[in-house]
């Protein structure tokens, strides 16, 4: 199926994308923040909600039943996406950051204490660096960070100095949202491993624009969301060890995560359910087994293949335009479908205006990556991300778009 893989016929899928915005057909590069969804999740959604609702695991009846099978077997499905051993190992959450919050709170509130360090990076997304200062107010830790260079690279001849018998985690992005840099995790999960630190991978954009596989990996936690891989928001997943989730405590009580209840104390159920506290989301879980389902019939292989071909396209033209600042690495080999920008002293939110009048949506703004725009001494950029559906026509739109931003601003 890869050698036959072609954007346009895969854009088909997507009902949104066959809209006009303002008078033009929408060019969709904001991929990083969500994606679309294809008709086959809105449909399994739908028939979900019209024949199947029920609550899970609560009911003997036959729509319960169903409810229960097709929650699970998504569960099955998540799992295979990133290659865990057992389904048992996936926690339904909301995203990536209620799947951080959970290990901060959970794992983080029994394994950490005064004088502890956390090491996070400077590109993290402000989901993997807030529960850390959350948890470190809690318990007087300590927060490190590993500093970029110049193209927003990780510095990792520093890890050896950053890394020591204090350091108790470290969570570190998989790709930076707001760059696009794709960290050299086979190099810094041994090297954290060998600290004696756990690791979680915040995969919010990993798991999206790459295989996974976190048997070999190395990592204790793997996050990531949903509606960034054509599924449908309020619904992620928090892989962990089993080991490893077997010895933390319950993260929210209710519901679902018990396995006796009395008077002052309770049980708990066994791992995944312990975290799941309360009616999950159930739909979501659903319907993001469904778009594993249609990425799986277009292949990883085949989307990466023609992201970083259109990527290459992409940023040799974005190179040639004038009075253009370009952020992340120059390699496209250390780059996800992703590109950050600035031009001239168009402020970032006057290009997405101008684009968006002529139907091209891109992101303008820090990215929820401060630390990260700080480090470059700018307030925001602009930020064009694709995806399988993303088309060269798109790219051409986006660079019309530029034109104008230029004859305007100079
Ligand atoms: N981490 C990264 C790298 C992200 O790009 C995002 C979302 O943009 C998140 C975490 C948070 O994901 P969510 O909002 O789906 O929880």
Redesign the pocket.
């Given at each position: 199926m890869t050698s036959a893989f072609d954007p346009h016929r895969a854009r088909e899928d997507f009902p949104a994308l066959q809209q006009s915005v303002n008078g033009m057909p929408l060019a969709y590069l904001d991929n990083?923040?969500t994606s679309q969804k294809p008709r086959a999740v809105l449909d399994v959604m739908d028939a979900y909600y019209e024949h199947d609702n029920a609550n899970v695991h609560r009911g003997i009846h036959e729509l319960s039943r169903r409810a229960t099978e097709a929650y699970e077997a998504a569960r099955v499905k998540a799992a295979r996406w990133i290659n865990a051993a057992s389904a048992d190992e996936i926690v339904w959450t909301r995203?990536?950051?209620?799947a951080i919050n959970l290990v901060a709170a959970s794992w983080g509130l029994d394994n950490i204490g005064p004088g502890d360090e956390i090491l996070l990076s400077v590109l993290e997304?402000h989901?993997?660096i807030v529960p850390w200062q959350i948890l470190a107010a809690r318990t007087g830790a300590t927060i490190r960070y590993i500093e970029l260079d110049d193209q927003g690279r990780l510095l990792l001849d520093d890890l050896p100095r950053l890394l020591g018998e204090r350091t108790k985690i470290v969570a570190i992005?998989h790709v930076?949202?707001a760059l696009g840099t794709v960290n050299p995790l086979h190099e810094i999960i041994p090297a954290a491993k060998a600290a004696g630190a756990v690791v979680l991978v915040?995969g919010?954009?990993g798991a999206v624009h790459s295989s996974v596989d976190v048997q070999t990996l190395g990592a204790d936690f793997y996050a990531f969301?949903g509606?960034?891989m054509c599924g449908p928001t309020g619904i992620?997943v928090l892989w962990g060890r089993r080991d490893m989730l077997e010895r933390m405590s319950p993260y929210q009580g209710g519901g679902e995560m018990i396995h006796i209840v009395g008077r002052d104390a309770s049980s708990w159920a066994a791992v995944p359910h312990k975290f799941e506290a309360g009616t999950p989301n159930i739909a979501g879980a659903i319907g993001l087994g469904a778009a594993i389902d249609y990425l799986d019939t277009i292949g990883m292989d085949a989307i990466v293949r023609h992201e970083h071909e259109l990527m290459a396209y992409a940023m040799e033209r974005l190179r040639a335009v004038p009075g253009i600042r370009i952020f992340g690495p120059e390699s496209l080999e250390e780059r996800s479908a992703v590109v950050s920008f600035t031009m001239g002293d168009a402020h970032p939110h006057d290009i997405s205006t101008i684009l968006d009048a002529h139907g091209v949506a891109v992101r303008a703004g820090h990215h929820?990556a401060q630390l990260v725009m700080k480090h470059f001494g700018v307030p925001a950029t602009a930020r064009a991300s694709f995806y399988l559906y993303s088309t060269r026509e798109d790219v051409d739109r986006l660079f019309a778009g530029l034109d104008e931003v230029r004859a305007i601003f100079g």
């Open positions: 990083a923040a995203g990536t950051t209620e997304h989901s993997n992005s930076s949202n915040d919010a954009q969301s509606h960034k992620g929820c």
